[in-house]
């Protein structure tokens, strides 16, 4: 495991997990490990970044700022992502639409994504 850590793609990680995630007191299985690394290559706001990271170092950078990780899932809280139009689509692959009880964000059939 420790071969596949790369201190670029740590840092890509790092960038991430502090702009968009906050710690929790349970672990929370909703994404593993696996699906926050894809996302991180996604880039911010869904832009492609061409950028390669391993789950390895994923794991490292969350492990290293105090996230605990157990079975593949962490003790983090995604909503900072569920009000950015664009993060959304880039966690949720755009197939969802997220509820607009916070009245944030809404889907617009010609329009897409919309701050309402």
């Known amino acids: 495991m420790i071969n596949n ?4 793609q740590v840092k890509s990680c790092l960038n991430w997990l502090e702009k968009w995630v906050t710690p929790i007191g349970t672990i929370n299985k909703k994404f593993g490990s696996y699906k926050l690394k894809h996302i991180v290559e996604e880039g911010e706001f869904g832009e492609t970044c061409h950028k390669y ?13 105090g996230y605990r990780f157990k079975d593949g899932y962490f ?24 509820s607009n009880k916070s009245g944030r964000i809404k889907w617009d059939k010609m329009k897409g994504w919309k701050k309402s």
């Open 53 to 65: 990271v391993s789950e390895e170092s994923f794991i490292e950078a969350a492990s290293r700022i």
């Open 75 to 98: 003790n983090m809280s995604f909503k900072k992502i569920l009000v950015d139009p664009k993060q959304y689509q880039a966690f949720y692959g755009g197939a969802l639409k997220p």
């Open 5 to 8: 850590i790369n201190e670029d």
